[in-house]
């Protein structure tokens, strides 16, 4: 992935400034965390979904609900290529020991972990 520069940039220079922030997206892997640790004082987790299906894509959009367009065949390949991408992200979690969270079963509780994660102490 190219964007692993700009990612190392922008930390090295916010660091210091900006006492907390988040960064989340999916231009970064699982193996460009302990690199960051290296120099960088970060906590850092990956969320997937073991499970997916279109009712439950279709009934939890996001601000921009672009899925809403899709056919039926479109949204169960989202849904497969979902959980194919969550499944890669658990594995090279565990490869590189990084925290990984799959909020297939309970959204709500496991999204409260992952607060509880990022913002302990």
């Known amino acids: 992935i190219n964007f692993?520069?700009?990612?190392?940039?922008?930390?090295?220079?916010?660091?210091?400034?900006?006492?907390?922030?988040t960064i989340e997206g999916d231009s970064f892997l699982p193996?460009?965390?302990?690199?960051?640790?290296k120099e960088f004082h970060?906590?850092?987790?990956?969320l997937g979904l073991s499970y997916l299906d279109p009712y439950i894509l279709l009934n939890n959009p996001s601000r921009n609900n672009?899925?809403?367009?899709?056919?039926?065949?479109q949204l169960v390949k989202l849904c497969n290529w979902i959980i194919q991408v969550s499944s890669y992200l658990e594995?090279?979690?565990k490869k590189h020991n990084v925290a990984y969270f799959?909020?297939?079963?309970?959204?709500?509780?496991?999204?409260e972990k992952v607060?509880?994660?990022l913002l302990r102490e």
């Open 31 to 37: 193996e460009h965390i302990p690199l960051l640790q």
């Open 91 to 93: 594995q090279e979690c």
């Open 4 to 21: 692993y520069p700009f990612l190392y940039q922008f930390i090295m220079h916010n660091q210091p400034v900006v006492e907390q922030y």
């Open 66 to 73: 672009w899925i809403r367009h899709l056919s039926h065949e």
């Open 115 to 117: 607060y509880k994660f």
């Open 42 to 46: 970060l906590r850092a987790c990956f």
């Open 102 to 111: 799959d909020l297939a079963k309970n959204y709500k509780e496991d999204i």
